[in-house]
Every structure is written in structure tokens, then in C-alpha cells.
């Protein structure tokens, strides 16, 4: 089975690869070999189990804890997982839409356009610098510069489940999703702010629909 996570960018964001381009700036945004920025599905997952662990331990009952910490076990699984504790899930990487990346690569490929002509009108670069809070002044070296991928850009990451997943499973991923609402290198400076929502295999959105279920103990959606 095959679900989508759609997040759409509502600031800059930064998708962090941990390098830069020397002379030009300090951090770079992952991207692929045509220029495209995308998000790599291992990080995406990650963030979400963050959120999942965020929600679950604020759920007021022992008994809700424990059940819906066994129901996150099997959608993201657990550290050394064997083949029956291996998570439900696997997260691709978040990628702009498939035809647009298909119409741009055939471009790229006869040589009309390049990746950086790509990459440059997807993004932007800013710089900032650490003021020194006594005398208002830049701090000597502190200027520093990033690339941001531009707001309003919407990625999509494929959810693969080998099976079709039960009610609290996708109930716990919707809200997962909708909590989900910062990523990226910065996103505690401002950037990385998205929305995210998720879609069955029409592309239905379905995240409100699965809500009511999580915080509930054994119930089903109707």
C-alpha cells in the first residue's frame, strides 16, 4: 500500500546536507544530480517519531500511553528491530512533483538547461551574522551563508506499507503529520516552517479524517 506525506513550505528552508560550496557559501541544501532539492526520507522519518514521542507522552492515561507506545513500535519500530518488531513504515525521500522533475530533467538531459539553472531558481541564498548583545556590533567572523529552498514550494514523500495499515496506525500518523510543522537546518531560528498532510494512493487528503481515533484505547473508525 502506498500512502503520500505532502508538506508545503510556509517560510525558506534550509535541507541541510552538512557542507558547503567553498567561496560561495556555508551550507548547501541537499539536492540531486538535475538540481532538485528534496528531503531524505531516513531524516523525514526521524522527525516524525520525534513527533510521535512528543505526543504520546502527553496523553493523560497510563493505558493510552502504553497502547499507543505499542502502536508507534510497530509504525516506525524500535532500535535493532528483528524481522517482527521492523517498522510497518518506509518513508522515500521528499521530492517535488514527479512530472515537473520529469519535464526539467528531459530539458537538462538535451542540454537546454543545467542543474545550477535549476537549483538557482529554486532556491536563494542568505547570510547572517551574530550581533554582540553589549555593543550591537557584528561579531568579527560571525557572517555566515546558506541556501534556503524558496516558500511555497510543496514536496511529497511516498509511505510504503507492505501491508494495508489498521485505523491507529494511520491515526497516529495523521497526527504525527499535522504536528509536524518545522524542519530543516534553522528551524529553530525561523526557518523550516511547513504544513503537512497525508493522502491515500488517489491523493485524498485523509489526515482529518483518522484524528478522532488517536488518544481513544481499542476503538475503530467507522
Same mark, same amino acid.
Given at each position: ?19 558547503? #560550496? *567553498?567561496?560561495? +557559501? %556555508?551550507? /548547501? ?9 528534496? !528531503? ?63 519535464? #526539467? *530533467?528531459?530539458? +537538462? %538531459?538535451? /542540454? ?9 531558481? !529554486? ?60 524542519l530543516g537546518s534553522g528551524r529553530n531560528r525561523g526557518r523550516g516552517h511547513v ?28
Open positions: 500500500m502506498i500512502y503520500k506525506l505532502k508538506i508545503k513550505l510556509l517560510s525558506d528552508t534550509t535541507f541541510g546536507r552538512g557542507d558547503g #560550496v *567553498a567561496g560561495l +557559501i %556555508d551550507q /548547501e541544501v541537499e539536492h540531486d544530480k538535475y538540481g532538485f532539492p528534496y !528531503l531524505r526520507g531516513r531524516t523525514l522519518k526521524g522527525l516524525l517519531s520525534e513527533e510521535c514521542d512528543n505526543l504520546i507522552a502527553i496523553l493523560p492515561d497510563e493505558i493510552q500511553k502504553n497502547y499507543w507506545e505499542n502502536i508507534a513500535c510497530q509504525l516506525f519500530g524500535i532500535p535493532g528491530s528483528k524481522l517482527e518488531t521492523i517498522a510497518k513504515i518506509h518513508i522515500g525521500d521528499a521530492y517535488l512533483p514527479d512530472d515537473l522533475r520529469q519535464v #526539467v *530533467a528531459y530539458e +537538462i %538531459d538535451s /542540454e537546454q538547461l543545467t542543474n545550477q539553472d535549476i537549483l538557482s531558481s !529554486l532556491t536563494s541564498i542568505r547570510r547572517q551574522t551574530a550581533i554582540n548583545s553589549e555593543n550591537g556590533v557584528a561579531d568579527e567572523g560571525s557572517l555566515r551563508s546558506f541556501r534556503v529552498v524558496i516558500r511555497e514550494l510543496e514536496f511529497q514523500a511516498d509511505l510504503l506499507f507492505e501491508t494495508q495499515p489498521s485505523d491507529e496506525i494511520l491515526s497516529l500518523l495523521s497526527v504525527c503529520t499535522l504536528a509536524l510543522r518545522r504544513a503537512c498532510t497525508l493522502h491515500d494512493v488517489d491523493e485524498n487528503d485523509i489526515t482529518q479524517r483518522y484524528l478522532k481515533l488517536f488518544g481513544k484505547v481499542g476503538e475503530t473508525i467507522s
